[in-house]
């Protein structure tokens, strides 16, 4: 596996004018209609051919095309964003448009088989030029070049901006650049074969190949330490693969860091047969994105830390294959967990609940300047949360209720939403046991509330959030233009994490 492609922008630019480009796009950020029908009515006499021109005026949409004459020629234009129901918080934000806008224009360029392309912002807002260029970036990438190591071939881009605005300059760029990485990473990663990622491989990509600083501690608690600590839920999730099961901690701590960390934890099954209980062919087939939530983690922590983020944060990756083996767990299995909860395993294939139970105690009980302010939890739970809320909107469970407008804010704002669920607690008593404290799972309705309420038992009240998740993209779909992992929830949790710095 390597990870140098994926992890480096697939866009050059320069920030300077370029007149003679081959193609040019313009980005007009002003809210005013006059303003902006003036500048478009500027940029449509300099480009379009004579005869065009009046057509081309009358258009009212907001992104427009046409063959100019030295080029195509793209205008996309600020607009007054509908508020719908629901507060707003499932509304197009001005960031998302523009992000999904500037994501279908790439694969134009790659129809065009331009080399370079002028692009001018026109008082447009930091917010709107980095939309623009995460939404290239996260439109351009192609699993089977990166895979394979080869090119992917994009123009170059020549950047001004004229009028108000941010003074752009390379930093500020590749700033936004950084944040498409994280995203793309976490897809990368999601996208890749079972038989290549697995727990091992997954440590050996921490330590070697995402350049985190020596100031970066990474502690990987092997098999051996999982067992010292009593988080036999994680052993016996992986005891039936022939690798190992491990948790990997990644601390950040920033100079001058005074508030307390904020932690995340991420499911990683790297593969899930469903165990004993075995899935069927269908739905087994896209189970390489069982460590979604993980890779969400590992994407976000990358960003953290070559942003130079101002906050401390751990990161957790709860690492496991569910695997078909003699040794592995079967229904009726007791197992005590690190927290000292009996639970019976009632199914084999509701084994991410039991990763993410025994690892979400080891980020809550965390002592003195490591006691986290709150924890987040990510992971492809449940397909009941996908029957309930399609595969773009991720569930959100928390037991806060600032916590919970906060991440939903920042998901719309991120253009990443999510949807804060109930955490209906009558419902737990469909999960109790006759031979344990309860089960690790439940017959009936509510699947993705009862896996909710089971996590719950292990932040031991700590402020808590948990984001059931899809992680992958089964069309074209904005700025996500293939078929693979989406990234989801990386851009909101970036989002969330600037208004938290």
Not at 250 to 263: D, E, Q, T, V
Not at 381 to 402: C, E, P, R, S, W
């Amino acid at each position: 596996m390597t990870f140098n492609s994926v992890l480096r922008p697939l866009f050059q630019f320069e920030v300077k004018a370029r007149l003679n480009a081959a193609a040019h796009v313009y980005v007009l950020g002003m809210t005013s209609v006059s303003q902006r029908k003036a500048l478009q009515k500027k940029i449509i006499d300099q480009h379009a051919p004579e005869h065009l021109r009046s057509q081309l005026l009358k258009n009212e949409k907001r992104t427009l095309y046409f063959a100019g004459m030295g080029g195509p020629v793209w205008i996309l234009q600020n607009g007054e964003v509908k508020k719908g129901t629901h507060s707003g918080l499932l509304d197009e934000s001005e960031y998302a448009w523009f992000r999904d806008q500037s994501g279908s224009l790439a694969s134009h360029f790659k129809t065009h088989q331009l080399e370079n392309v002028a692009v001018e912002f026109n008082g447009a807002s930091e917010n709107i030029v980095r939309a623009f260029m995460v939404g290239l970036e996260l439109a351009s990438y192609n699993f089977l070049s990166i895979y394979n190591q080869s090119d992917v071939k994009t123009p170059k881009l020549f950047i001004t901006n004229i009028g108000k605005g941010p003074r752009l300059n390379a930093a500020l760029l590749q700033k936004f650049q950084l944040e498409a990485s994280a995203v793309q990473l976490a897809r990368h990663l999601v996208n890749l074969p079972p038989n290549e990622l697995n727990p091992e491989t997954v440590e050996a990509l921490v330590r070697k190949d995402l350049g985190f600083a020596k100031s970066v501690k990474i502690d990987v608690w092997d098999h051996k330490k999982l067992a010292a600590e009593n988080m036999n839920l994680h052993l016996a999730v992986g005891q039936g693969s022939e690798t190992p099961p491990r948790m990997v901690h990644i601390r950040y701590r920033p100079a001058k860091n005074k508030k307390p960390p904020l932690a995340f934890v991420g499911k990683g099954i790297t593969f899930d047969t469903g165990g004993l209980d075995i899935k069927p062919s269908s739905a087994m087939r896209l189970m390489k994105k069982d460590m979604g939530g993980a890779a969400a983690v590992l994407g976000l922590a990358y960003w953290v830390i070559h942003s130079g983020y101002g906050r401390a944060c751990d990161f957790y990756l709860a690492l496991a294959e569910n695997s078909v083996d003699a040794k592995a767990m079967r229904p009726g299995d007791l197992y005590r967990s690190r927290a000292g909860y009996l639970v019976e395993i009632d199914n084999t294939d509701a084994e991410g609940r039991l990763v993410l139970a025994d690892v979400l105690d080891v980020a809550v009980t965390q002592k003195g300047a490591d006691e986290p302010e709150c924890v987040i939890d990510i992971a492809t739970l449940t397909g009941a949360i996908k029957v309930a809320l399609g595969a773009d909107v991720a569930g959100l469970f928390t037991n806060d209720d600032q916590l919970a407008q906060q991440l939903q804010v920042a998901g719309q704002q991120a253009g990443d939403p999510n949807w804060r669920m109930p955490l209906v607690q009558k419902y737990f008593s469909s999960l109790s046991s006759h031979f344990a404290d309860f089960r690790n799972s439940a017959d009936g309705f509510g699947g993705a509330i009862t896996a909710a309420l089971f996590l719950e038992k292990y932040c031991r009240r700590k402020k808590w959030a948990h984001l059931d998740v899809y992680s992958w993209n089964d069309k074209n779909n904005g700025a996500l233009t293939a078929v693979g992992g989406s990234g989801q929830p990386v851009q909101g949790l970036i989002e969330w994490l600037k208004r938290k710095a």
